[in-house]
């Protein structure tokens, strides 16, 4: 199974991005799916996810700028990030899980104020 993330790029400050991620090669559909990022040194942190029926949680500090989406059906998952920060600044990463836990190679976000 592979994720392919896409979307990432250069922004100012108050813009907005649009990420998206689909997986090929599952014959399932995740339990869950989401975003997490990383900043050079730091751990990898939850960003969003959202469980197959709908239900979604995010990191508070993206909560009312960020909104995760999927279709479960093509095992797709989206982030709209908008009012972007320079600490939005991070590789996001794309996330889905069942039995494990599956990874994308990470898409680079970069927020200039």
């Known amino acids: 199974v592979q994720l392919q993330a896409s979307g990432g790029g250069l922004v100012q400050a108050g813009g907005s991005l649009r990420l998206s991620c689909a997986a090929s090669?599952?014959?399932?559909?995740?339990?869950?799916m989401g975003w997490y990022r990383q900043v050079p040194g730091r751990q990898r942190e939850l960003v969003a996810i959202i469980s197959r029926g709908g239900f979604t949680n995010y990191r508070d500090a993206v909560k009312g700028r960020f909104t995760i989406s999927r279709d479960s059906a093509k095992n797709t998952v989206s982030l709209q990030m908008n009012s972007l920060k320079p600490e939005d600044s991070a590789v996001y990463y794309c996330n889905g899980y069942y039995d494990m836990d599956y990874w994308g190679k990470g898409t680079l976000v970069t927020v200039s104020s």
């Open positions: 090669g599952s014959t399932f559909s995740f339990n869950r």
